[in-house]
């Protein structure tokens, strides 16, 4: 099975696991895309509650809610494309670009 198989070499080259190769060896699944659409729907499940925990906890400071709400951001802003900060993808290139050196 290719899943499997790549899972360890992953393992061999002492790689992080990446969050698809952990579905797929997980569920023995050699379908990368079926793994990719689990992905992005644990992603907009976390948003959701994020979003929910955001607005039902009034008593909750609203600058330690923003401040919280940008480690997610940051981080699906990094990663969305794949692995932003080990590889440098284009797209985060110039997404980091547009927001500290082009500035809207």
């Not at 569920?27 to 992005?40: D, G, L, Q, V, W």
């Not at 906890?57 to 802003?77: K, T, Y």
């Not at 080990?86 to 980091?96: A, C, N, Q, S």
Request: hydrophobic share 35%; proline share 2%; net charge neutral.
């Amino acid at each position: 099975m290719a899943s499997l198989t790549k899972f360890k070499q992953t393992k061999e080259r002492e790689d992080v696991f990446k969050s698809i190769q952990c579905y797929m060896y997980e569920t023995k699944s050699s379908e990368e895309e079926e793994a990719h659409e689990y992905i992005r729907n644990l992603i907009s499940n976390a948003w959701k509650k994020i979003n929910e925990y955001q607005f039902a906890n009034s008593h909750v400071s609203q600058a330690f809610i923003e401040v919280a709400m940008n480690l997610p951001r940051m981080a699906q802003c990094m990663y969305q494309y794949g692995d932003g900060y080990g590889v440098v993808h284009l797209e985060t290139k110039d997404r980091v670009k547009s927001s500290l050196i082009k500035p809207l």
